[in-house]
Each structure stands twice: as structure tokens, then as C-alpha cells.
């Protein structure tokens, strides 16, 4: 919720905003070879272990030279049309755009669990798009115990058609983001969707065109794929994206999804190439850091956003144009 003290916090973010653009031109020097890209700097703040309400994420996000804010999945569900405006001049005072929202339906699990979420989409979505979100972002666990790769690909299109539906109602595109860590499937009984070629085929049978990938270098990495693959793609078939680097000293088959790095870190993985591939195919949406990383969670507030616009400003910096 806004404060009660509305003007002080608009006052607070103009302050902050009035600081950022009296250093920009360093921001924008250290970015310069990123000519082209149309894609933001996103600030997913959940991924990086910062807790807030969204008027401080979007403080900090101006502060520290995002370009971008995320939001979780309830995030506007309880609050009013006023208090929605007032975020969303908050946000534009700050110079942000949206980012991706969380969706808020369990679809991997019991059918009545999913069916409750299920009725509770409609007033979600509506809230979305009331506050101006266009982009709804999930992911696909790459197994299962109790079902059959058919069994589960069979289970996945008809409830994913069921929630895309509802959220195209709602101008909203649907993200899948596969995960790519053997590690993540090795003591399961079964595999699951964990490439991109695999998720394009759920795609195809959901059959919504609202609906697309959630790319994340990360599994782009552990699934073994090529820049190729990137460029296989169209700018509407890709709904959000997440920048991460790997921990040096293991194989690709030994990394594990809960222990990452930040972008450009350890350069274990190519964000270069990776960046470049999203502005040939003229990706124009957010790009976030969700780096599962321990110490990263374990600091402040502030230090962890500093420290992640630090490497995303790092790795931003190597992109070029097409």
C-alpha cells in the first residue's frame, strides 16, 4: 500500500530521481555499446532476497539505475483503483516501465488446488491490467514422480490453455520458462519439459498466441544450447528473460538450479552472446537477474540492489548493436 504520507514519498522518489539524473550520462557512457537493444534492465527484487512494498522497490530501482520493476503475484489484488494510480505515478515520476508479474495459479500440482487458483485468476489478471502489466512469467518443473512425460504434457497444455486464456482476456502474455540443471530431474522418476525446443512444443499444443518463452541464461547453459537456438526465435515468442552466471569449478551436469551467480561474475557462462542474441532478434522486454545466491540474499536491502545493477551494468555493457 502508498503511504499514508503520499506527497513525502513522491517527494523522496523525485529527490532520488533528481540524484540519478545528475549522474546518468555515467550510466548511459558505461552502457554505450549497448546501441540497438531495446530490452530493460528489470529489477526482480524477490530473486535477489529484497523485501518491500512496491513504492520502495521502485525507489530503489530509480535510485540504482533500473530501468524496470517486477511484481509478485498478489501484488495488486487487495489495493484500490487510487492506490493503483498512485503506484503507477510513483513509477513514472521514477522513470520505470513494469517489468513481468508473477502468476499467482499453482497448475503443477492437485486439481483442486489449481481449480481454486483457477477462479481466482480473473481478479488478478483484471489488477494487472488495471496497473498496466502486459507480461505474466512462470516456470515448468522438469519432473515428476507420479506422471508419465505424456501424462504430464497432456496435464500441462490443458490447464496452461485454461490460464492463458483468461489472462489474454486481460491483454496479458503468458511466459514458460524451463529448467535446464540435470541435477533438477536426476532423482525423479520421470523427465519433464527442460529445453527449449521441448517448451516451443507445449507451446504449439496450448495454442494461445499470447504465449511464449521465458528465457534464462542460466538454463539456456545447463540445457546445452547455442546462440542458434536465440536466434531461432521472434522477439513474440519471447515474454521475459533472466540474466545469471554459474559458479566456477563444476561441469554443466553438475550445476545446481539453487546455487548461481550473478551476471558476468565468474564468465562461466556467455551473457555476451546471450545479450547479443536478444538484440538481433529485437527482444524489446525486461531482463532480470535471478541469481538464487546466498550471499546475495543475506545482505541489506540496499546492498543487494547495488551489487546486482552493478553486474547487470557490467554485463549490459558488453551488448551491441545488431
Known amino acids: 500500500m502508498i503511504p499514508s504520507n503520499r506527497r513525502g514519498f513522491l517527494q523522496q522518489l523525485s529527490f532520488v530521481t533528481g540524484a540519478i539524473a545528475s549522474v ?28 518491500g512494498g512496491l513504492e520502495e522497490l521502485i525507489v530503489l530501482a530509480s535510485k540504482h539505475g533500473f530501468e524496470a520493476v517486477d511484481a509478485w503475484s498478489g501484488a495488486f489484488t487487495s489495493l484500490s483503483d487510487d492506490e493503483i494510480a ?30 481454486d487458483g483457477l477462479k481466482e485468476l480473473p481478479s488478478h489478471a483484471s489488477a494487472f491490467e ?31 490453455h485454461q490460464i492463458a486464456k483468461i489472462l489474454d482476456d486481460h491483454g496479458l502474455r503468458l511466459g514458460l520458462e524451463y529448467v535446464g540443471p540435470r541435477t533438477s530431474r536426476a532423482s525423479a522418476r520421470y523427465s519433464f519439459i527442460h529445453t527449449m525446443a521441448e517448451t516451443k512444443e507445449l507451446l504449439d499444443a496450448i495454442d494461445v498466441p499470447s504465449v511464449g518463452l521465458v528465457l534464462d541464461s542460466w538454463h539456456w547453459y545447463t540445457a546445452e544450447e547455442s546462440v542458434d537456438d536465440i536466434l531461432s526465435l521472434t522477439n ?9 552466471d554459474a559458479p566456477a569449478g563444476l561441469s554443466v551436469s553438475e550445476q545446481r538450479d539453487s546455487a548461481r551467480e550473478l551476471p558476468a561474475v565468474t564468465g562461466v557462462i556467455d551473457v555476451k552472446s546471450f545479450l547479443n542474441a536478444l538484440v538481433q532478434i529485437g527482444y524489446d522486454g525486461p531482463v532480470r537477474a535471478e541469481p538464487f545466491n546466498k550471499t546475495l540474499n543475506a545482505m541489506d536491502n540496499e546492498a543487494a540492489v547495488a551489487a546486482t545493477a552493478q553486474a547487470m551494468k557490467k554485463a549490459f555493457a558488453t551488448t551491441v548493436s545488431s
Do not use: M
Open 86 to 115: 498512485d503506484l503507477n505515478e510513483a513509477r513514472k515520476e521514477a522513470g520505470l516501465v513494469w517489468g513481468a508479474a508473477g502468476l499467482p495459479v499453482d497448475f503443477r500440482g492437485g486439481k483442486t488446488k489449481f481449480n
Open 130 to 160: 488495471r496497473a498496466g502489466f502486459t507480461r505474466v512469467s512462470t516456470w515448468l518443473t522438469p519432473a515428476s514422480n507420479e506422471l508419465t512425460y505424456l501424462a504430464n504434457f497432456k496435464q500441462h497444455t490443458d490447464r496452461l
Open 236 to 244: 513474440g515468442e519471447v515474454v521475459a528473460c533472466d540474466l545469471n
Open 24 to 51: 546518468s550520462p555515467l550510466w548511459a557512457g558505461e552502457l554505450d555499446a549497448a546501441k540497438g537493444r531495446q530490452f530493460t534492465i528489470d529489477l526482480n527484487a524477490g530473486a535477489i532476497g529484497v523485501n
